[in-house]
């Protein structure tokens, strides 16, 4: 089985542009994670998703930054005006349906804001 | 404010030797416990989960839980290079699925 698919892996963008990060889960997975890591820092929570609906978004800065998880598709990290603070790694995770708390992690995408 | 600590390291320890990693964590209501290995430059991966209070052994790894004391701790018997690497500390304490993380303890071990 394929694990949680992340894209692209590596993202280069100018300050003011949009960064869209995407995460495929692990097929069966119906919740989706997101997180940020700074270089040197530890991983910080940004967003908790199920299938269309936000679970928990209390690490999400409030401006620029959005989330969604399409019933069909993947889910999107959604990052406007990029500013160089924006430059970190964003992994994204999985855990099934069944209940677990058990979170599977993507390869991440490492985002470059020039 | 819910919060697990680690010490940051590095721990040091040479090659055939154990390495204890502890973790320690803020609410008593916290009921699930992970431990996660993150190479540099790679995503964090589960070593074990561990739920309730004892021990639980997984080849040269072995987590160490007490609720009482409120820690965690994860031991590596037999310690190899390709050991070296962050130790995440993950704990659910809630009625959702979200982790509280610690920051990692960095590990080196020296051949």
């Known amino acids: 089985n394929a694990g949680v698919m992340q894209n692209p892996r590596h993202l280069v963008r100018r300050r003011g542009q949009e960064a869209r990060l995407r995460c495929s889960p692990v097929k069966g997975h119906s919740h989706v994670y997101w997180y940020r890591q700074l270089p040197e820092e530890g991983l910080k929570f940004m967003v908790y998703?199920?299938?269309?609906?936000?679970?928990?978004e209390s690490g999400m800065p409030k401006e620029r930054f959005s989330a969604e998880f399409p019933k069909e598709g993947p889910s999107i990290l959604r990052i406007q005006q990029v500013v160089r603070g924006d430059s970190a790694a964003y992994f994204c995770?999985?855990?099934?349906?069944?209940?677990?708390?058990?979170?599977?992690f993507g390869p991440g995408t490492r985002l470059t804001v020039l | 404010q819910k919060e697990v600590e680690q010490n940051s390291g590095p721990l040091s320890v040479p090659e055939g030797a154990i390495a204890s990693l502890n973790c320690t964590y803020s609410?008593?209501?916290?009921?699930?416990f992970f431990w996660y290995r993150q190479y540099s430059g790679k995503s964090p991966e589960l070593i074990m989960s561990?739920?309730s209070n004892g021990d639980k052994e997984d080849g040269r790894f072995t987590a160490q839980l007490n609720k009482a004391s409120q820690y965690v701790s994860l031991l590596i018997r037999d310690s190899q290079p390709s050991d070296s690497a962050t130790y995440l500390c993950?704990?659910?304490?809630?009625?959702?699925?979200?982790?509280?993380w610690g920051l990692g303890t960095s590990l080196a071990v020296n051949p």
């Open positions: 995770a999985s855990s099934p349906e069944i209940y677990t708390d058990t979170q599977y």
């Open positions: 998703l199920q299938k269309e609906n936000i679970i928990d």
């Open positions: 561990i739920y």
């Open positions: 609410d008593r209501g916290s009921q699930s």
């Open positions: 993950a704990i659910n304490a809630g009625n959702n699925r979200k982790l509280i």
